[in-house]
């Protein structure tokens, strides 16, 4: 079973960047494709970008296509969301998750996957 654990979340002006990190632990990060997710207060948990095991196999929202980038460090353990020309409306607690069940990048359902981080909070000021 592996854990997520993630960071880099924080308070950026619109406009602005910020990387998220997500360190696993108790797995090899090598054996799962890997997805990142967010919520924002009173709305479902939306997907945002996914990412194959080897990360030669990329998935992103439209809503962030373009402004975000999936990629994974598997020596490392560690999965990013390079986030750039952030808007008001990308707000929310982010999410990695996990599913062994893929090779390439999962598609944009939730139920793909086993394992969960605790999330990390971004917030956009404009």
């Known amino acids: 079973q592996v854990q997520l654990v993630e960071s880099g979340g924080g308070l950026v002006q619109a406009g602005g960047s910020l990387r998220l990190s997500c360190a696993a632990s108790?797995?090899?990060?090598?054996?799962?494709?890997m997805g990142w997710f967010r919520q924002a207060p009173g709305k479902e948990r939306e997907f945002v970008a996914s990412i194959g095991r080897s990360g030669s196999t990329t998935y992103y929202a439209d809503s962030v296509k373009g402004r975000f980038t999936i990629s994974r460090d598997n020596a490392k353990n560690t999965v990013y969301l390079q986030m750039s020309m952030l808007k008001p409306e990308d707000p929310g607690a982010y999410y990695c998750?996990?599913?062994?069940?893929?090779?390439?990048?999962?598609?944009?359902?939730?139920?793909?996957?086993?394992?969960w981080g605790q999330g990390t909070q971004v917030t956009v000021s404009s």
């Open positions: 998750a996990a599913t062994a069940n893929r090779f390439g990048a999962p598609p944009p359902i939730y139920r793909e996957y086993d394992y």
């Open positions: 108790g797995r090899t990060l090598s054996t799962y494709a």
